[in-house]
């Protein structure tokens, strides 16, 4: 198995533009998580979904996130109009079992806003 | 309230000696579940290992040994004979019983030099 797969590994783009992040989970798992690090505030929990139903956004920052699971093997987290204060990295994760046994991670995507 | 400590934020130590990092969590749950994951220089988060709250056998894998203690509330990682490759940010986390919220301590930068 190739892993939680993570596009693009690096992103910049200016304020205001519009950046989408993928990300494709491992096969067969059912539950996948959108986390985002930064040095201030650590890993925190964006949003996650069980069987491609989003579970609990609550923590999306700001309307101007926006996460889909359209199937299975697919998920996409937008942000819109990013701001500099956006920059982190963005980890996408994937489990069995809603993670009690641990979540598979994805290499992250590096964003940074100018 | 759910809190994980990880009050070392870095350690230094030199190849071969055995190193303990620390994690101090906050829960009123009986059912609950501690991990540790690895973030090497790459950047993803590896997962090295879970435990439930109602097994308190310590646990080795390797050079790597786990001791909790709900006594205490801690559940610290121990690295016998440490490795140049064992350099990494180490991150503790919790999780509810009937949620798959991590929360995660804000880690522990560990290098180990040559």
């Known amino acids: 198995d190739a892993g939680v797969i993570q596009s693009p590994r690096h992103e910049v783009t200016e304020m205001g533009q519009e950046v989408t992040l993928r990300c494709k989970p491992i096969?067969?798992?059912?539950?996948l998580f959108w986390y985002r690090q930064t040095m201030m505030r650590g890993l925190e929990l964006l949003i996650y979904f069980n069987n491609n139903v989003p579970i609990d956004d609550s923590g999306m920052p700001e309307d101007r996130f926006s996460a889909k699971m359209p199937n299975a093997s697919f998920s996409t987290l937008k942000i819109q109009p990013s701001e500099p204060r956006d920059s982190a990295v963005y980890f996408c994760?994937?489990?069995?079992?809603?993670?009690?046994?641990?979540?598979?991670f994805g290499s992250g995507t590096r964003l940074t806003v100018v | 309230a759910q809190k994980v400590t990880q009050a070392q934020t870095e350690i230094s130590v030199v190849e071969k000696e055995d190193v303990t990092l620390d994690c101090v969590y906050e829960t009123r749950d009986t059912t609950y579940y501690l991990f540790w994951y690895k973030q090497p220089p790459s950047g993803e988060l590896v997962f090295l290992i879970r435990r439930n709250s109602f097994d308190e056998q310590n646990e080795i894998s390797g050079r790597y040994s786990w001791n909790f203690q709900k006594s205490t509330s801690s559940f610290n990682f121990t690295i016998t004979a440490s490795q140049v490759v064992d350099s990494a940010v180490y991150f503790c986390?919790?999780?509810?019983?009937?949620?798959?919220?991590?929360?995660f301590g804000t880690g522990t930068r560990l290098k180990v030099l040559a």
């Open positions: 994760a994937s489990s069995s079992m809603g993670g009690r046994n641990g979540y598979t």
């Open positions: 096969s067969g798992h059912d539950y």
């Open positions: 986390a919790l999780v509810r019983s009937g949620t798959y919220k991590y929360i």
